[in-house]
């Protein structure tokens, strides 16, 4: 990028010219970046954040702007301040390269508007052009309506009405002044806390009614304190953008309550977000107030429009061929699942993919992003690559380079497994620890050795390149399966609400029951699984690597064994909080503050079994439970269930003092001369130490202390 000093400037990022206006501050702007480096940095950042598509308003009136590359001719429709009446139609003037755009003078921040396509109709083809479907703005920052499916969007041309009347309208909008460019508060080895904003306040007692289900109740006083007590370094909203529901669900009385079925990227759902852009900004600035970040889990995989019978909104009506993948035969590829994939490696897309993050890091101040099925995004003429120019240009960005990103490393497409593949710094969900966990605590043999290395960060995933630190997202439960409560509570799944016999969802859960399916009044059963909630997350909080919870998982959230619950926008999925389990909650904010008081908890550099620099001390030993290093045939024992993972340096050590088997065991640790250990916090039964016998499925944590210290902590008076 090139910052000249002219009163009219132009910036190429990729394949689109970016025009920006002059600012009577800009001369003095740019003389003082010239000798500052984070005021350029900020000063380019700015300027990225400007996009010439779209709706762009100045004084005078409002310049419209769309791209496609074989639409013969577009139109922008104007509507009446309802959006119900259509008053105006204007075409859209070729400007070379695929742009259409014309500027109508008089208009101003608030016009309702969609636009409209002409050119060949051939579906079989991927040609979908039909001037009765009005169409969404792909860089409409707001809508006036949510999205709701009716079949009539579906029709062919020719077999139907106009659509004005079914769809939301574009909002022309004035963006606000840029955030501030800050660093993100949350840091690699945090705990990443994932909050499907409906569902999460819902039933909340303290939120005001009006404000339950919304963006803005993330911010409320009472679910602030919740977050810090379990020390979450930043919040992962689930998809927050404009959806639409899926054509089956309507029949069934049920809706996407999820949100990954998108159809603009930028505008964010009325419902969730009735203030609109405001109101994601004013809650990401109250969260990192106190210091938790807000990171958006977007969807750039597929879009609403689905498969062949799937509605035109917008990205079909405008080029179809061009936004999303096809095979030579004009149909459609699906590597989502979902009957459309949208085609990343094109220019276009590519840039409006950056655009939607730039807009919201500038506009909305979030601190990054989780992609959902992320190798969409790095596919190359099908084929996954880690240095496709998407994946590069998020990296590179002035804007996104720092931001904190995440892949969801999977998609349904040839070779579309990639744990591991993505490039740095973007994190990875790992669920081979995910399976992995559940696997050592449901008892399966010959695990012990796969335990320790998850524990360890998953060298055997990341530590490629000669890679020290793990990228791991590691996580027991996530919205797609079993709650963590379910996971010990059901051995199948219990998916009938959703309308489709229980076909739909995984049928391999890797989870068990303890005996009875489902809710139980059997206090030994209802002990047994309050136990195993506690050793998993104890073992997730012991964990190498970044480490996510999702939300309510801490307190026992159920849905009652649906694993497949996006359509259920109820009891099913809504938060509990009145009945949430305190005693679980309460020593998931104790394994938190010890998580946060340890650094040896929260690093990231792989456990290797040698000393750190600077150190004599190996990063971690291995133990049996008589306190003796585990030798090859402990780890290739196939009915071992127990273990330690002693950690720490010279000064401190902590012990994870695990004991998967259903009997007690006594547990030795190493002794030093003038050290001492002592429980690390209290579980819920208070049976905390090693000087009785550990009970069976269970985690301790032991810290060592000077002895001088530990006696002082015992006896403070001195008596």
């Not at 959230?557 to 999925?573: L, S, V």
């Not at 998931?588 to 001390?617: I, M, N, Q, W, Y």
């Not at 950690?647 to 640790?669: E, K």
């Amino acid at each position: 990028m090139e910052i000249g000093q002219n009163a009219y400037r132009f910036v190429i990022l990729g394949s689109a010219p970016r025009r920006f206006a002059p600012a009577s501050s800009w001369d003095d702007e740019v003389g003082a970046a010239s000798v500052n480096p984070e005021r350029l940095r900020q000063c380019t950042a700015r300027l990225v954040c400007v996009t010439s598509l779209g709706a762009t308003i100045t004084y005078e009136g409002i310049r419209f702007a769309a791209w496609s590359s074989s639409a013969r001719r577009l139109w922008v429709s104007i509507f009446d301040d309802t959006g119900a009446r259509e008053i105006d139609r204007l075409e859209l003037i070729s400007e070379g390269e695929g742009v259409h755009a014309l500027f109508v003078a008089g208009l101003a921040a608030g016009t309702r508007y969609g636009l409209r396509a002409d050119g060949d109709y051939a579906p079989e083809k991927g040609l979908w052009f039909d001037p009765d479907k009005l169409l969404v703005d792909p860089y409409a920052v707001e809508i006036d309506r949510p999205y709701v499916y009716d079949r009539r969007l579906a029709a062919r041309r020719g077999e139907g009405t106009d659509t004005a009347l079914l769809l939301p309208k574009a909002v022309a909008a004035t963006l606000p002044q840029p955030v501030p460019a800050l660093p993100p508060p949350f840091q690699p080895g945090g705990l990443i806390y994932e909050v499907p904003v409906r569902a999460f306040t819902m039933l909340h007692p303290d939120i005001p009614k009006h404000q339950r289900g919304t963006i803005s109740a993330l911010a409320h006083p009472a679910i602030v304190e919740h977050l810090k007590k379990l020390g979450v370094g930043t919040v992962e909203l689930m998809p927050v953008t404009a959806s639409i529901d899926e054509r089956h669900l309507p029949p069934l009385g049920l809706r996407n309550a999820w949100g990954y079925n998108p159809v603009t990227f930028m505008a964010l759902d009325p419902r969730l977000a009735p203030g609109g852009l405001a109101e994601l900004r004013q809650t990401a600035a109250t969260l990192r107030g106190a210091g938790i970040g807000v990171i958006l889990d977007l969807v750039f995989n597929h879009t609403g429009e689905s498969d062949r019978l799937g509605p035109t909104l917008s990205l079909r009506g405008l080029d179809s061929r061009a936004y999303y993948r096809h095979r030579p035969d004009g149909s459609l590829i699906n590597d989502t699942g979902t009957g459309n994939t949208v085609a990343c490696d094109h220019p276009v897309v590519r840039e409006m993919v950056l655009d939607t993050l730039r807009h919201f890091v500038c506009h909305a101040g979030v601190d990054g992003f989780r992609f959902d099925l992320a190798p969409i995004l790095g596919r190359v003429d099908g084929a996954f690559d880690a240095a496709a120019p998407l994946l590069t240009a998020i990296r590179d960005d002035p804007v996104l380079g720092d931001r904190v990103l995440v892949a969801e490393p999977w998609d349904i497409g040839p070779d579309g497994y990639q744990l591991g593949n993505f490039p740095p710094p973007f994190l990875e969900w790992n669920d081979r620890y995910r399976d992995d966990i559940r696997r050592f605590w449901r008892g399966d043999s010959g695990m012990v050795g796969t335990l320790a290395t998850r524990l360890a960060g998953s060298s055997d995933v990341f530590a490629k390149a000669g890679q020290q630190t793990s990228r791991s997202v590691n996580f027991i439960a996530a919205h797609d399966g079993m709650t963590l409560a379910d996971i010990v509570a059901y051995e199948h799944k219990h998916n009938e609400a959703n309308g489709e016999q229980n076909r739909d969802g995984h049928d391999d859960n890797l989870s068990w029951n303890n005996g009875v399916e489902g809710e139980t009044g059997d206090r030994a059963i209802v002990t047994e699984r309050f136990d195993d909630r506690c050793a998993l997350l104890a073992t997730l909080f012991a964990s190498r690597g970044t480490i996510m919870l999702t939300a309510g998982d801490e307190f026992g959230r159920t849905q009652k064994g649906n694993n497949n619950a996006y359509a259920q926008d109820n009891e099913i999925t809504w938060l509990d909080w009145a009945g949430r389990d305190q005693a679980l909650e309460q020593y998931a904010v104790l394994l938190a503050t010890l998580r946060r008081s340890v650094p040896a908890l929260s690093d990231t550099r792989f456990l290797t079994g040698e000393p750190p620099p600077g150190s004599e001390k190996p990063d971690a030993v291995w133990l049996t439970e008589t306190g003796t290093p585990l030798d090859e045939a402990g780890w290739h024992d196939p009915g071992r269930y127990r273990l330690v993972m002693m950690l720490g340096s010279d000064d401190c050590r902590l012990a994870v003092v695990i004991n998967g088997d259903r009997r007690a065991c006594m547990f030795t640790l190493p002794e030093r001369d003038g050290f001492r250990w002592e429980p690390a916090i209290e579980t819920p039964d208070g049976a905390a130490g090693i000087s009785r016998p550990v009970p069976g499925r269970t985690v301790i944590f032991m810290i060592e202390h000077e002895a001088a210290q530990a006696q002082i902590k015992e006896n403070p008076s001195g008596k």
